[in-house]
């Protein structure tokens, strides 16, 4: 039997960053506009909305340019390709914290390709969490 236990480290985004390219699990803090009615002037006030705080799969990069061609440094960025940038920076949602991805099941490594994929996932699919 595999274990499927995994220990979380979170790092605290003000004082290191991830390597360029690393995939991570980064919490982001922000204001969720509550109302959606609410008129362009008001809209444009950072105080309103909900407050959030939520974890979410990103990359971390040196340098990203974005679809509209703005170039952004040290930014962590989603499937989506939105940008947030580590917190403390001038960013609408900023990252507070952010954890390297736990292993693929029953493996130590990110990522099997090939031939290998096959095996490695029924080899997981046999595994138990610790109790």
């Given at each position: 039997?595999?274990?499927?236990?995994?220990v979380v480290?979170?790092?605290?985004?003000?004082?290191?960053?991830?390597?360029?390219?690393?995939?991570?699990?980064?919490?982001?803090?922000?204001?969720?506009?509550?109302?959606?009615?609410?008129?362009?002037?008001?809209?444009?006030?950072?105080?309103?909305?909900?407050?959030?705080?939520?974890?979410?799969?990103?990359?971390?990069?040196?340098?990203h340019w974005?679809?509209?061609?703005?170039?952004?440094?040290?930014?962590?960025?989603?499937?989506?390709?939105?940008?947030?940038?580590?917190?403390?920076?001038?960013?609408?949602?900023?990252?507070?914290?952010?954890?390297?991805?736990?292993?693929?099941?029953?493996?130590?490594?990110?990522?099997?390709?090939?031939?290998?994929?096959?095996?490695?996932?029924?080899?997981?699919?046999?595994?138990?969490?610790?109790?």
């Amino acid at each position: 039997m595999t274990a499927l236990n995994t220990v979380v480290t979170w790092v605290d985004a003000r004082e290191r960053l991830p390597r360029s390219g690393t995939p991570v699990a980064a919490a982001i803090t922000g204001r969720y506009p509550a109302d959606r009615a609410l008129d362009s002037e008001s809209a444009a006030d950072p105080a309103l909305g909900e407050e959030f705080w939520l974890v979410r799969p990103m990359t971390f990069t040196t340098l990203h340019w974005s679809e509209d061609g703005a170039e952004h440094r040290d930014c962590f960025v989603d499937s989506d390709g939105v940008v947030r940038l580590p917190y403390g920076l001038s960013s609408a949602e900023t990252v507070t914290h952010w954890a390297e991805l736990p292993t693929l099941p029953g493996g130590t490594t990110h990522a099997v390709l090939g031939e290998d994929a096959r095996p490695a996932l029924q080899n997981a699919w046999g595994a138990r969490p610790l109790t």
